[in-house]
């Protein structure tokens, strides 16, 4: 019986490389983490670059970060430090959970460990991150293409982005999205290309001042927004059921301009029908992963 399970142990250690990197591809992070310490040749394996491109903490189970904000946030440091003992620096694409919170001292640990960082999904609990100490951490991702940010983000944090992540060219944000948005886009982002506001509260005016001044813009997702226009007396805006000609015509330019009609959307119309504006005023799992463009959907 001993010999036998030790003939099997052997076998299992002795498996080739290549085999064995193809089976722990379809692990997800936390079981990837436990397989590099079965033994020497499977921690080898699991230390393959190929294996840390991505580390995408939302397909774990929720249940790992609905906690306390520190107990969230630690337990999202655990991970990622063993995904970094692994990884050699190779992370290029960071996705958070979506109920993971993270502190803004956290933010700045993972950002020193991760400087070819490409791609980062903030996640969207309630997290109070501070500006110097996102300015910080953005200072180690110069090569950061692509952000998702939460509508807990405070657009102020637009210019250390702007400073600091020049190569930036994708953003997806999950806030409301008017003038004060778009002028710190131009300001400090000025060549994205692109951006999507998909399923959030917008103002016209707004995006009528990225599609004319942010001459870069090549795609446009405003799909399932709820359209906002000024109303006649100030502090009120009025609702649009559908976009105008001054829009669609600055449009024009793009390689692409998602956005659908209030009035013919049938998504649009049964969140109207069900919950009234509800659906643009939550945070939302599903919002937050899924994107008709595809480079930011997850």
């Given at each position: 019986?001993?010999?036998?399970?030790?003939?099997?142990?052997?076998?299992?250690?002795?498996?080739?490389k290549?085999?064995?990197?193809?089976?722990?591809?379809?692990?997800?992070?936390?079981?990837?983490?436990?397989?590099?310490?079965?033994?020497?040749?499977?921690?080898?394996?699991?230390?393959?670059?190929?294996l840390?491109?991505?580390?995408?903490?939302?397909?774990?189970?929720?249940?790992?970060?609905?906690?306390?904000?520190?107990?969230?946030?630690?337990?999202?440091?655990d991970?990622?430090?063993?995904?970094?003992?692994?990884?050699?620096?190779?992370?290029?694409?960071l996705?958070?959970?979506?109920?993971?919170?993270?502190?803004s001292?956290?933010?700045?640990?993972?950002?020193?460990?991760?400087?070819n960082?490409?791609?980062?999904?903030?996640?969207?609990?309630?997290?109070?991150?501070?500006?110097?100490?996102?300015?910080?951490?953005?200072k180690?991702?110069?090569?950061?293409?692509?952000?998702?940010?939460?509508?807990?983000?405070?657009?102020?944090?637009?210019?250390?982005i702007?400073?600091?992540?020049?190569?930036?060219?994708?953003?997806?944000?999950?806030?409301?999205?008017?003038?004060?948005?778009?002028?710190?886009?131009?300001?400090?982002a000025?060549?994205?290309?692109?951006?999507?506001?998909?399923?959030?509260?917008?103002?016209?005016?707004?995006?009528l001042?990225?599609?004319?001044?942010?001459?870069?813009?090549?795609?446009?997702?405003?799909?399932?927004?709820?359209?906002?226009?000024?109303?006649?007396?100030?502090?009120?805006?009025?609702?649009?059921?559908?976009?105008?000609?001054?829009?669609?015509?600055?449009?024009?330019?793009?390689?692409?301009f998602?956005?659908?009609?209030?009035?013919?959307?049938?998504?649009?119309?049964?969140?109207?029908?069900?919950?009234?504006?509800?659906f643009?005023?939550?945070?939302?799992?599903?919002?937050?992963?899924?994107?008709?463009?595809?480079?930011?959907?997850?």
């Amino acid at each position: 019986m001993t010999t036998n399970e030790n003939s099997r142990f052997d076998r299992w250690a002795d498996l080739d490389k290549d085999v064995l990197v193809g089976i722990l591809m379809t692990l997800n992070v936390v079981e990837l983490i436990r397989g590099a310490s079965v033994c020497k040749s499977w921690r080898e394996a699991a230390s393959e670059p190929c294996l840390w491109k991505k580390v995408d903490l939302s397909k774990l189970e929720a249940k790992n970060f609905n906690r306390q904000r520190e107990q969230s946030s630690q337990r999202v440091m655990d991970i990622v430090n063993g995904a970094f003992s692994l990884s050699g620096g190779t992370i290029s694409c960071l996705i958070f959970h979506f109920y993971s919170y993270i502190t803004s001292q956290h933010l700045v640990c993972i950002s020193e460990s991760t400087p070819n960082l490409k791609r980062l999904v903030l996640p969207v609990r309630d997290n109070d991150i501070l500006v110097n100490e996102f300015e910080e951490a953005a200072k180690n991702w110069p090569l950061l293409e692509s952000l998702t940010i939460p509508g807990s983000f405070s657009i102020e944090l637009m210019k250390a982005i702007g400073q600091h992540c020049k190569n930036l060219s994708e953003l997806k944000m999950m806030r409301r999205f008017d003038m004060n948005c778009a002028e710190n886009i131009l300001a400090y982002a000025p060549s994205l290309k692109v951006i999507s506001l998909r399923c959030n509260r917008v103002h016209r005016d707004a995006i009528l001042f990225l599609l004319k001044e942010l001459r870069q813009l090549e795609v446009l997702n405003i799909t399932h927004c709820l359209i906002l226009d000024h109303f006649p007396k100030p502090g009120f805006w009025s609702v649009l059921p559908e976009l105008d000609e001054f829009v669609l015509q600055e449009a024009l330019r793009l390689k692409k301009f998602l956005f659908c009609q209030m009035r013919s959307c049938n998504v649009c119309h049964f969140q109207i029908n069900s919950n009234g504006l509800l659906f643009w005023t939550q945070n939302n799992e599903a919002i937050w992963i899924m994107d008709e463009v595809s480079t930011l959907a997850h």
